[in-house]
């Protein structure tokens, strides 16, 4: 029983990082063709016509609610591993490093 509780904690604890982005981010909020907005739910991003799963979050030193996590991610028929920063931007947004890239998004409402 221990062990059972033990081990649901610390997913959760995994999980809470990841939890701490909920929400739908983009330069559009109302999908066109292929510009789509991005869509994180608990540990999972959802792009256009790809989606990663977030794991083994580290908080970054001295940025505040900036976190690193490892990306396993799949889409139109690949699979990849990658890295990616999460931060909270100053007005309710999200900024998001990816691939030598950094992007503020606004919150879709």
Same mark, same amino acid.
């Given at each position: 029983? =221990? =062990?059972?509780?033990?081990?649901?904690?610390?997913v959760?604890?995994m999980?809470? $990082?990841?939890?701490?982005? &909920?929400?739908? /981010?983009?330069?559009?909020?109302? $999908? &066109?063709? &292929?510009?789509?907005?991005?869509?994180?739910?608990? &540990?999972?991003?959802?792009? /256009?016509?790809?989606?990663?799963?977030?794991?083994?979050?580290?908080?970054?030193?001295?940025?505040?609610?900036?976190?690193l %996590?490892?990306?396993?991610?799949?889409?139109?028929?690949?699979? !990849?591993?990658?890295?990616?920063?999460?931060? $909270?931007?100053?007005?309710?947004?999200?900024?998001?490093? !990816?691939?030598? %890239?950094?992007?503020?998004?606004?919150?879709?409402?």
């Amino acid at each position: 029983m =221990k =062990k059972t509780v033990s081990t649901a904690l610390a997913v959760l604890m995994m999980a809470a $990082p990841a939890a701490a982005f &909920d929400g739908v /981010y983009g330069e559009t909020c109302v $999908p &066109d063709g &292929d510009i789509v907005p991005m869509i994180i739910e608990g &540990d999972l991003i959802t792009f /256009y016509e790809s989606r990663c799963r977030m794991t083994n979050p580290v908080n970054v030193r001295d940025m505040e609610g900036a976190v690193l %996590f490892d990306l396993q991610c799949e889409g139109e028929g690949e699979t !990849w591993v990658d890295r990616a920063m999460l931060q $909270p931007s100053w007005d309710g947004g999200l900024i998001f490093v !990816w691939r030598g %890239f950094a992007s503020m998004l606004p919150r879709c409402e």
